[in-house]
Antibody
Framework: EVQLLESGGGLVQPGGSLRLSCAAS????????MSWVRQVPGKGLQWVAN????????YYVDSVKGRFTISRDNAKESLYLQMNSLRVEDTALYYC??????????WGQGTLVTVSS | EIVMTQSPATLSVSPGERAILSCRAS??????LAWYQQKPGQAPRLLIY???TRAAGTPARFSGSGSGTEFTLTISSLQSEDFAVYYC???????????FGQGTKLEIK
């Protein structure tokens, strides 16, 4: 069964940090690029970051460069997003997604990050 | 940055009728275009990739067309379960970047 299970979201003050985790199963995790995509509740979707199969390539949307770091552990079939210097505008539901055919074919249910004082 | 513009923002259609949703890119994305369906409280679901290839499990009533900057998602005969928000998404090779349209809400007329 395919499963992407995110965790680590929560309420944090501006300037704070959070580490999101995604536990994958049933998706041949080590064979695919993986991404984080976020969505402000009730709003649209924004790609945040991705990385290749061995972690040698990582890319970020401009608004998070220098603040967020994506990583993965293929042995644990897990994806991570370290988020530092969080801003109010980072408030969103964060999805862990698998990339295939220049699109996102498997999605988790998301973990909510709220940045507020 | 490539900007994706979807139209209309809201589309009201009766069940059984055809719906046509549009997506325009600010510059050519070749056929690197995908469509997603999102229902309330759920994650998006991939419908179409490569502009016209149906993803696994996508019903045949969904079809995608277009290339370059103009794309269309057509739902041939709307079923009750099709009323949702639809997003288009493009992929740019270098630097690697994905961007989404703002969405079209398909509602029951």
């Amino acid at each position: 069964e395919v499963q992407l299970l995110e965790s680590g979201g929560g309420l944090v003050q501006p300037g704070g940090s959070l580490r999101l985790s995604c536990a994958a199963s049933g998706i041949s995790f080590s064979s695919y690029w993986m991404s984080w995509v976020r969505q402000v509740p009730g709003k649209g979707l924004q790609w945040v970051a991705n990385m290749n199969q061995n972690g040698g390539e990582k890319y970020y949307v401009d608004s998070v460069k220098g603040r967020f770091t994506i990583s993965r552990d293929n042995a644990k079939e897990s994806l991570y997003l370290q988020m530092n210097s969080l801003r109010v505008e980072d408030t969103a539901l964060y999805y862990c997604v698998r990339e295939a055919h220049s699109s996102f074919d498997y999605w988790g249910q998301g973990t909510l990050v709220t940045v507020s004082s | 940055e490539i900007v994706m513009t979807q139209s209309p923002a809201t589309l009201s259609v009766s069940p059984g009728e055809r719906a046509i949703l549009s997506c325009r890119a600010s510059q050519s994305v070749s056929s690197n275009l995908a469509w997603y369906q999102q229902k309330p409280g759920q994650a998006p679901r991939l419908l179409i990739y490569g502009a016209s290839t149906r993803a696994a499990g996508t019903p045949a009533r969904f079809s995608g067309s277009g290339s370059g900057t103009e794309f269309t998602l057509t739902i041939s005969s709307l079923q009750s379960e099709d009323f949702a928000v639809y997003y288009c998404q493009q992929y740019k090779n270098w630097p690697p970047m994905y961007t989404f349209g703002q969405g079209t809400k398909l509602e029951i007329k």
